[in-house]
DNA sequence: CAGTATCCTCATTGATACTG
DNA sequence: CAGTATCAATGAGGATACTG
């Protein structure tokens, strides 16, 4: 994984042969790359950070907007989410209770790069149906 | 959410209006993105493709370069990505056999884009540390 | 070497009920 | 309203054994 070790200095550095090794990343940075990566490929976290986006958005606002999810994988991934500083809980001492969610900086930051990856999801949007067409056709 | 909602149709979004249409997507694209989230966030997928980055390799030498990895799962990874048309498969007629795998042009342009999630995820490694550990000590 | 085929388990998630 | 607590089911993934 070459590349990915050098990340930091070869980002748009495509692929291919490394040359030497000039490493920049040790196992760690490599498992926090894995941990941001699980958090984005979470089920819920995109959807919610998304949701975000909008702006403060009440922990009921939230579970109309996101048809599916349950409370609890709400709650769990609020929590994973505030716990990773991509966003933030405010409760307002009224009643009813009134909490409101926002996306932090680093949030919309991470935002940011996952549109990234949603543009290129668009973008190669139908090379990849072709593929899984002529795929499922034949192995 | 923002810029991955903002459907011509609201099939998803029972939301709340939607500001402004200035939209370029719309939902099916919002579901493909999922899917592409999906691969990304597989716990080996990302593993293959970095590793292929450094040219055609032999399944067994992806086995050995992705320790924990079984053949079940490498094998399973592999046919997803292939299907996707990321990955592709070159079987030469040896005895014993031979069999390479190498990124298509496709599966480096996706790994560039993850790589700009890699440097985010370098770049902001330390500020998501202290965030947790905050988190922690007190929730 | 490069896979398949089975079985099995453990973690993630959803459903439901309850509470400050 | 905004959660927490508990339990059950699903399925992703590992271990092992076998094969073209």
Chains 1, 2 share one sequence.
């Not at 001492?93 to 949030?107: C, F, I, K, M």
């Not at 949603?118 to 899984?132: C, F, L, N, T, V």
Request: proline share 4%.
């Amino acid at each position: 994984m070459a590349e990915i070790r050098t990340a930091r200095t070869n980002v748009r550095a495509n692929v291919r042969r490394v040359p030497g090794p000039c490493s920049h990343w040790d196992d760690l940075d490599a498992d926090f790359i894995r941990e941001v990566l699980d958090l984005v490929g979470d089920k819920w976290s995109v959807l919610i950070i998304g949701t975000l986006a909008d702006g403060p958005t009440r922990y009921s606002e939230l579970a109309d907007a996101i048809p599916g999810i349950s409370q609890r994988m709400l709650t769990l991934t609020l929590k994973q989410l505030r716990r990773t500083g991509l966003v933030d809980r405010t409760a307002y001492a009224e009643v009813p209770p009134r909490v409101e969610y926002s996306l932090t900086e680093l949030g919309g930051s991470l935002l940011s790069t996952v549109l990234a990856l949603a543009a290129w999801s668009a973008d190669h949007h139908g090379e990849i149906r072709r593929h899984q067409a002529a795929f499922d056709a034949e192995g």
